[in-house]
C-alpha cells in the first residue's frame, strides 16, 4: 500500500504534491518522492525517509513545474532504500511513473525486458513498467496505445501515475485493484489515491473503477476503458467529509477501516506471493522438523498453520511463543530444523532472539513479515511477506488474515512438492482461496448485526470463546481482540476443555461464542454448545449450519467454505464484535492503554 497524489494547473506542482503526500502518509512513510515536469523535461527527488526529512533534505520545494506526480512508499518488493523509491523510470529517463499495488509476474517480465536489453537500477516490481512502456513504444503508435499494450501484460494490482516528457502537458492515471480518485478543479485538476490528499482544493470527485485510466491537463479530463481504449461516462461527486474523515476514508477508526481493507489485503497477499512462495516451499522442502516462533496474533497464526501443516503435509509443527522458545526448546535445534518465525512488525523483541538463537545454532530461518526490510528480514535466511499494508491501529487486524492467507499458500505448496495430498484438492484448495476475500466481504454484511449484538452485551465482563480443530486459534485470537481493544476479560478455549474446569464459570447469561463452521467436530462442537446452554450460557453462535441456529441466542450466519480457510474469514466477526464493544465502552479502539504497536523490548 502507497500513497500517490498528482496534480496539474497553474500552482507549484512541487507544493500542492508535497501537501498531499504528508496527507498520505498513513498509507506509507518509507520512502517519498516527486517527479515534475517543466519546458518537456522531467526532474525527480526521490529518498528514503519520512516526506518531512526529505522535503529538507532533498529539497522538493525547489522543483520546477507545474504538473507532476508524488509517492510515499510503503515497501513491498525491494527495501526501503534510494534507489527503491518511486518514482522509477524506464532506460530514457523519459518516462516516470509511480505505483500503487503489487506486479504478480514482474520477474518473468524483467528477465524478458533484460534479454532486450534494458538496464534495471532497483530491486522494485514497480520498474518493469517503465520500461515495458518504453519497450512498446519502440513498436510505434502513441504513448497511450504503447502504454495501454504494455500494461495489459501485467498481472497484479496496481495504481499508477505516469508522466511522459514527450507529452509535457498530461498525466496518466492507471487503476486496477488498487484505489485512484481523480480530483476536478478549475484550471486544474488532481488525482490520488485517497481524497485527502487534494480535499483543501478541491471537493469534486471522480472514482476510477478497476481497468480504467484516466488522461489529466490542466483544463480537461477523460476517463476511458484500459482493455477497449473507449471513452467511459463517470460522474462527478461531491465529497462532503471533513478533512480528518477522509484520512480513514470516512470510517471513525483506523481498526475499523483496517477491518474493512481485508479483502484487498488477502488479494494482495495472494498476488504478492504467487510466484515467491513456490521457490520458498522449494527451500525448505527438505527440512524434517519445523518451529514456528511467534507472538500475541502472530502467534495465533502459527497456531493455525500447525492445522494447516497437519492436514496438507503431514507435519506437525512445534509452535511456541517466541519468548518461551528462546529460553527453553530452542537449545535443541540443529542445522537440520527450519525456524518459521511471524512477526508483523518484524521488530518484535522477543521473536528477533529466537530468530538469532535458530542461526546459531545452524537452523535455516523463514520469517513471514508484514514490514519490509525490517529487522526480522535481516536476520532471516528468506522472507515471506503479507503485503497488508501499513496496519495503524495497534491491534492486529488485516495483518492477522494475510499471514494466514501465506502460511496457506505455503502449506499448499509443500504439500504439492512433498506429494503428500492428492494435487486435485491442493488446486481446488488454491481456487477456494482466491475466493476468500468475496467470501469476506460478504460476511462485513454483518457489521450493523454485530454491533447491535455489542449494544446488547454492553454490561458484560467475561466472555468465552470456544471452537475445535483448525479454529481453536480462532477462539484464542477472537478473547484477544476483546480483550485488548474492549478491557474486557475474555478467553478462548478449545471446545472440549470446557468441562475439564471452565465450565464452572457459566451461569445465566454469560456470553460464549461459538466458532463452529461445518466440517469434521461439527456434532461434538453442539454436544459442547448444549453442555453451556444447560448452564443458562448466552450462545452467540457463529457458522453456516441450520442445526447452529437452533441452538444459539444469537446466530450470525457465515457463508460456507472449505474448512482450512475458515480461520481467515471467521477472524472478521470478532474482529468487528470487539471493535464495536471497545467504541460502544468509550475507548479508542486505535490506541488500547499500556499496549504500543511494536514490542521492542522482552
Ligand atoms: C494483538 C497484537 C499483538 C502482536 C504481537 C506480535 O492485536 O497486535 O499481540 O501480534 O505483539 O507482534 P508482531 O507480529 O509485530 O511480532
Known amino acids: ?89 524506464d532506460c530514457t529517463g523519459r518516462i516516470a511513473l509511480v505505483h500503487n499495488g503489487i506486479i504478480e509476474n514482474f520477474s518473468s517480465l524483467r528477465e524478458w525486458l533484460v534479454e532486450r536489453g534494458h538496464t534495471f537500477r532497483s530491486n522494485t516490481d514497480t520498474e518493469v513498467i517503465a520500461h515495458l512502456i518504453e519497450e512498446e513504444l519502440k513498436s510505434g503508435g502513441s504513448f497511450e496505445e504503447a502504454m495501454r499494450r504494455a500494461l495489459l501484460r501485467l498481472r497484479g494490482s496496481f495504481a499508477l501515475g505516469i508522466i511522459y516528457a514527450g507529452e509535457p502537458d498530461r498525466l496518466y492515471f492507471v487503476r486496477n485493484e488498487s484505489p485512484l480518485v481523480l480530483g476536478i478543479g478549475r484550471g486544474e485538476n488532481f488525482a490520488a489515491s485517497d481524497v485527502p490528499a487534494f480535499l483543501e482544493y478541491t471537493k469534486r470527485a471522480v472514482f476510477l473503477d478497476d481497468g480504467e485510466y484516466a488522461i489529466l491537463t490542466k483544463d480537461s479530463w477523460i476517463v476511458k476503458n484500459l482493455y477497449t481504449g ?5 460522474e462527478v461527486q461531491e465529497i462532503e ?26 488479494r494482495d497477499a495472494i498476488h504478492g506471493n504467487a510466484e515467491v512462495v513456490r521457490k520458498v516451499a522449494e527451500e525448505i522442502a527438505g527440512y524434517d522438523r519445523i518451529f514456528i516462533v511467534a507472538m500475541g496474533t502472530s502467534y495465533h497464526a502459527g497456531l493455525v498453520a500447525k492445522y494447516l501443516f497437519q492436514r496438507l503435509t503431514r507435519r506437525v ?8 522458545f528462546r529460553y527453553e526448546f530452542g537449545e535443541i535445534l540443529n542445522e537440520r ?24 545454532r545452524g537452523a535455516k530461518v523463514l520469517a513471514i513479515v508484514n514490514v519490509v526490510g525490517s529487522m526480522a528480514t535481516r536476520v532471516a535466511d528468506l522472507t515471506l511477506y503479507t503485503h497488508a499494508g501499513p496496519e495503524i491501529g495497534v491491534a492486529a487486524t488485516k495483518t492477522y488474515t494475510t499471514q494466514l492467507t501465506v502460511l496457506t499458500m505455503l502449506a499448499i505448496e509443500l504439500a504439492r512438492i512433498l506429494g503428500t495430498t492428492d ?3 491442493l488446486r481446488r484448495l488454491e481456487e477456494n482461496l482466491k475466493a476468500v476475500p468475496e467470501l469476506m466481504e460478504k460476511v462485513l454484511g454483518h457489521d450493523g448485526a454485530l ?29 484477544l481482540k476483546l480483550k485488548e481493544i474492549s478491557y474486557v476479560h475474555a478467553e478462548g478455549l478449545s471446545a472440549g476443555e470446557l468441562k475439564h474446569g471452565p465450565l464452572a464459570l457459566l451461569e445465566n447469561g454469560v456470553p460464549v461464542v461459538a466458532i463452529a463452521p461445518g466440517g469434521r467436530t461439527f456434532d461434538k462442537m453442539v454436544a459442547n454448545i448444549e453442555e453451556a446452554r444447560a448452564r443458562g450460557a448466552h450462545v452467540i453462535g457463529l457458522g453456516e449450519e441450520p442445526e447452529l441456529r437452533d441452538i444459539s441466542d444469537v446466530f450470525i450466519e457465515m457463508p460456507g467454505m472449505d474448512e482450512l480457510l475458515t480461520p481467515i474469514v471467521y477472524a472478521l466477526p470478532l474482529q468487528l464484535l470487539a471493535y464495536h464493544l471497545s467504541v460502544l465502552r468509550g475507548n479508542d479502539p486505535d490506541r488500547p492503554r499500556n499496549l504500543a504497536k511494536s514490542v521492542t523490548v522482552e
Request: net charge negative; with cysteine.
Open 317 to 324: 509443527p512445534i509452535v511456541e511463543e517466541a519468548s518461551e
Open 423 to 425: 494435487g486435485e484438492e
Open 230 to 234: 473507449e471513452v467511459v461516462e463517470k
Open 337 to 360: 530444523d527450519l525456524v518459521l518465525a511471524i512477526t508483523q512488525s518484524g521488530e518484535t523483541a522477543d521473536t528477533l532472539a529466537a530468530m538469532r538463537l535458530a542461526k546459531e
Open 1 to 89: 500500500m502507497c500513497g500517490i497524489i498528482g496534480y496539474v494547473g497553474d500552482r507549484k506542482a512541487c507544493e500542492v504534491i508535497v501537501r498531499g503526500l504528508k496527507r498520505l502518509e498513513y498509507r506509507g512513510y518509507d520512502s517519498a518522492g516527486i517527479v515534475t515536469g517543466d519546458n518537456g523535461r522531467l526532474y525527480i527527488k526521490k529518498g528514503a525517509g519520512r516526506v518531512d526529512e526529505l522535503r529538507e533534505k532533498l529539497g522538493f520545494l525547489q522543483m520546477p513545474g507545474k504538473i507532476g506526480i508524488g509517492h510515499t512508499r510503503w515497501a513491498t518488493h525491494g527495501v526501503p532504500d534510494d534507489t527503491n523509491a518511486h518514482p522509477h523510470t
Open 241 to 266: 467529509w471533513d478533512l480528518e474523515m477522509a484520512e480513514k476514508s470516512g470510517y471513525e477508526h483506523f481498526t475499523l477501516k483496517e477491518i474493512y481493507e481485508q479483502p484487498r489485503a488477502v
Open 451 to 479: 454491533r447491535e449484538l455489542a449494544e446488547g452485551l454492553l454490561g458484560r465482563e467475561d466472555f468465552f470463546y470456544i471452537a475445535r480443530g483448525i479454529n481453536v486459534p480462532t477462539a484464542l485470537e477472537g478473547a
